[in-house]
């Protein structure tokens, strides 16, 4: 059965821009060696008519199709089928639809509008509270209204939207979709999102009210910690640009497009901005502002101000949107000795909180501050938010109930402290979840709760930093599309939720940052005051993330969107280092960050070197470039050969011979075959005489598990995830981390907190670990060659845990492993997807005694014995589900 279909990675997208969509579904079987024979995909417009039929298409292992019809149409729904035949000729078939946006910038008559910049508010003199307003001179946000009629209500209607900026719209006082932080962070200066919704429910016969709301966001509110400037790093102001597109019954349409016949006002919303916070003043709330009997020419409303027509840059969003995803209840409510309340979320996250304030009269304000631990006086930590206040303001109207939740802005934090009530209830106030909402695909759990408070600790920092970009951090004035972070949590990320759609949305901005020299930057979003040229690690994230995505996704548009910009960022390093030794050009080298023990930095920078060749050799070859493929792959082969005349020794020692060195030697596969054992032998003795123990930065963390593993230690990954010493990833969990934290030493009891200017507790880069704990303690992996998990890989790694299970959603399908280790007994569930076929190692002290489903392996059905290694029996399986039991200890 297909099931999960999607259209460009997503689930029903509306407004996409890509004119050929890859099409693509999952498959579930419930017997066992059940593989497709083939599939057929047919595309229908909404009248039945048929606009594409791929015919049908012999290929056992296709789980996806580009769209190969005629042209589409903008603002268009189309249905798809796909149907698959299994090997013994029956079908099944599911259903599903997409719709285009507008398809091309030229589509567009809307216009940028605005409240006129030139008409200064009468602001009141700050009061406590409003310090950000004072300091920081922000600006109110902006409404935007427009009434129109319609003769009847429309059978279609659809709303096209973004901001310079942030956007909330309304449709008759209803808020449109459920985007948040819309339209989200791109480089406005060369591609600004819009979305699509679907409003036909909210439009009537008759009179009827657009109205939005716009504030600063990414566009003019303050980003990253550059201190020359005072927010405004695109632009000064807000601006809205909207179309409404109606479909009558008799097949006739009109549009409703921001122009200069819009009415603006400054909003009740005294200031909104993603680092300082929000302030909400009630007293200036006029209800009904947005529904369409509102006063056409009431107190504070003018002509809106058409501020640009500028088009060109408009594109559909391709990733998932910033959703409200879960609420966490408070989990205790302190009263403060000096008035006000201290409020505990028990989960460091990105959002924000909703209030119900009670009992206030008309002026009063209720201050909420944002921190993510308390003092040794138990008091809210704020001095690692570096500049950003984080502080949201209510300034009460005459309500007797008021309930309020910031719209424009987020923190990250866990603590909230709240002053201004005289009472709180912790029913009353509820922390609101933000993030990207990229479906989870993933679930682990181990015999070891401590492993399972790390893989939720991991998978909260995952959370809090996909919000719209992927983030370094959540909370201080910096939350910037890092690009080694990005890279180093990426196999982790991948097999928590399903980020396709996510990462090729970013990969636009990191393609963005290529300066024309071919550099990467470090960060993407490029942004003014984070230097230009990518240091070694950061930069090569632009060859490993469309790799990485590549291999989960199985979608070689990965690289075919890339290559160009992978080979440009190979060039320009060559260029500058022509002994392929990586020594100039780097930019700011920030080496192993953060690592207890530093790698010399051209180690560093010259593995990285070979493995962006490499892989650029790799991705050119699947896309038919065989000329650069042999270029870079000839490229890959000089650089590793100068990494080891010049750093490695005749035995296989690695010049610095740090953990890192030689996990960037060994992970990115530089070594000749004969100085591997060496270098294997070399790593394990520095991790032993660590304690054992980590001495890896933020590029090195991530591969000392699986690298370990993979050389036949996976005994020593193991020690190094018990360990609860700092450095470690225990170390954390056991001192109140709920995520992992930017240092390894962010906080001990001895020291107290690390250095307020650089201390995130809410930092995924050193999580990088999650990845094992699928791939190695639960054994749930692709083949070295495989994409898009054709190929499974399952090889638990028990150490000495009794059970560990694992279960992901793969492009193909369902994956899922789980043992236990009982009374000298390994018992091995695995699930396998129709289509695939896995080699599953099975550890045991009894290879010949094996046996599946009760029965011994070599007559169980559907399963081949492939070999046996030292303590385990590997056999090859298709589809289904199996049981292996063996003999171990
Ligand atoms: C820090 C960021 C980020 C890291 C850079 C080098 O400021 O938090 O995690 O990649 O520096």
Redesign the pocket.
């Known amino acids: 059965m297909p099931y999960g279909l999607r259209c460009e990675h997503r689930a029903e997208p509306l407004g996409i821009d890509e004119p050929e969509p890859l099409l693509s579904w999952r498959l579930s079987s419930g017997r066992r060696g059940d593989a497709p024979g083939g599939f057929r995909v047919r595309v229908r417009a909404e009248d039945g008519a048929q606009v594409w039929d791929s015919g049908p298409v012999d290929d056992p292992s296709a789980v996806s199709v580009r769209y190969g019809g005629p042209a589409l149409r903008p603002r268009t729904r189309y249905r798809w089928t796909v149907e698959v035949t299994g090997t013994d000729g029956a079908t099944a078939r599911e259903e599903s639809w997409f719709e285009t946006g507008m398809l091309s910038p030229s589509a567009w008559s809307a216009a940028w509008i605005t409240h006129d910049p030139s008409v200064q508010d009468v602001v009141d003199a700050p009061e406590e509270g409003e310090v950000a307003l004072a300091d920081h001179g922000l600006q109110p946000a902006v409404r935007l209204r427009r009434a129109f009629e319609a003769p009847a209500a429309p059978v279609a209607a659809r709303l096209y939207v973004t901001a310079r900026g942030l956007y909330e719209i309304r449709v008759n006082g209803t808020r449109v979709g459920d985007a948040e932080l819309a339209p989200g962070w791109t480089d406005y200066r060369d591609r600004i999102d819009y979305q699509a919704y679907d409003v036909t429910g909210l439009v009537r016969t008759g009179a009827n009210m657009l109205a939005a709301t716009i504030a600063d966001g990414w566009w003019s509110g303050f980003v990253g910690f550059d201190e020359r400037r005072s927010g405004a790093h695109y632009g000064t102001f807000p601006q809205l640009l909207a179309e409404l597109h109606l479909v009558h019954a008799d097949g006739s349409a009109d549009v409703v497009a921001t122009c200069g016949d819009w009415q603006s006002a400054r909003s009740p919303v005294r200031y909104a901005d993603l680092l300082m916070g929000e302030c909400h003043d009630l007293r200036r709330e006029t209800p009904g502002w947005d529904l369409p009997d509102a006063g056409h020419d009431g107190e504070g409303w003018r002509t809106a101000w058409v501020a640009a027509t500028d088009r060109s840059r408009l594109t559909a969003s391709v990733a998932p949107p910033v959703r409200a995803v879960r609420e966490l209840p408070a989990r205790t409510v302190t009263p403060l000795a000096g008035g006000g309340f201290l409020v505990d979320f028990g989960q460091n996250f990105a959002g924000r909180v909703r209030l119900t304030a009670r009992g206030l009269a008309p002026g009063d304000r209720v201050v909420i501050r944002h921190g993510e631990a308390l003092d040794e006086a138990g008091a809210l930590y704020t001095a690692n938010l570096r500049t950003a206040d984080a502080t949201d303001v209510l300034i009460a109207g005459g309500d007797a109930e008021t309930v309020f939740e910031p719209r424009f802005t987020y923190h990250g934090f866990r603590y909230a402290e709240v002053t201004g009530l005289s009472a709180l209830d912790a029913g009353d106030i509820t922390g609101v979840v933000l993030h990207s909402d990229t479906p989870w695909a993933g679930e682990f759990t181990c015999s070891d709760p401590d492993v399972d408070r790390l893989h939720e600790a991991i998978s909260w920092g995952q959370r809090s930093n996909f919000v719209g970009v992927p983030t370094?951090?959540p909370q201080r004035d910096?939350r910037?599309g890092?690009l080694?972070?990005a890279q180093v949590f990426l196999p982790t990320a991948c097999l928590n939720a399903d980020v396709a759609a996510f990462f090729d949305g970013w990969l636009r901005e990191v393609r963005g940052a290529q300066s024309p020299d071919g550099a990467f930057g470090?960060v993407a979003p490029r942004l003014a005051g984070v230097s230009d040229e990518g240091a070694p690690g950061?930069g090569d994230a632009g060859v490993l993330v469309p790799w990485h995505l590549y291999r989960v996704y199985g979608d070689e548009r990965f690289l075919e969107r890339n290559l160009d910009a992978m080979c440009a960022w190979v060039d320009h390093v060559h260029r500058h280092n022509p002994d392929l030794v990586w020594s100039n050009r780097t930019g700011p080298h920030?080496a192993d960050?953060l690592a207890p023990t530093p790698t010399p930095r051209d180690v560093l920078a010259t593995a990285y070197f070979a493995r962006s060749a490499a892989l650029t050799a790799r991705a050119a070859e699947v896309v038919g470039s065989e000329e650069a493929a042999a270029r870079y792959g000839a490229l890959a082969a000089h650089v590793r050969k100068t990494f080891t005349e010049r750093f490695v020794s005749a035995d296989g020692r690695v010049h610095g011979d740090t953990q890192t060195a030689y996990l960037l030697a060994l992970a990115f596969e530089l070594l000749p075959d004969d100085l591997v054992p060496g270098a294997v032998r070399r790593l394990a003795e520095l991790v032993e005489e660590a304690g054992p123990g980590l001495t890896t930065g933020?590029l090195g963390v991530g591969l000392i598990a699986p690298v370990l593993d993979a050389h036949g230690r996976a005994d020593l990954a193991h020690a190094l995830l018990r360990r609860t010493d700092p450095p470690s990833w225990l170390y954390p969990l056991r001192h109140g981390a709920t995520t992992v934290w930017?240092r390894w030493d962010g906080y001990t009891p001895e020291r107290g907190f690390q250095a307020a200017a650089?201390n995130?507790f809410n930092?995924y880069?050193l999580g990088s670990v999650g990845e094992w704990l699928y791939r190695g303690v639960a054994g749930l992996d692709q083949a070295p060659g495989s994409t898009g998990y054709r190929e499974l890989l399952i090889r638990p790694r028990p150490g000495a845990l009794s059970g560990a299970s694992a279960r992901y959603e793969s492009v193909r399908g369902l994956v899922s492993t789980g043992w236990t280790r009982r009374d000298g007994v390994f018992e091995l569930r695995v699930a396998v997807p129709p289509g695939a076929t896995a080699t599953v190692h099975i550890p045991t002290d009894d290879p010949a005694g094996v046996r599946e489903g009760g029965t011994p392996v070599a007559d169980a059905p559907g399963v081949s014995v492939a070999g046996t290694g030292p303590r385990e029996l590997r056999c090859r399986i298709g589809s289904g589900d199996y049981r292996f039991t063996a003999a171990l200890q």
Request: hydrophobic share 55%.
């Open positions: 370094d951090c910096e910037l890092w080694a972070d470090n950061w920030f960050w933020f930017e650089m995130s930092h880069a």
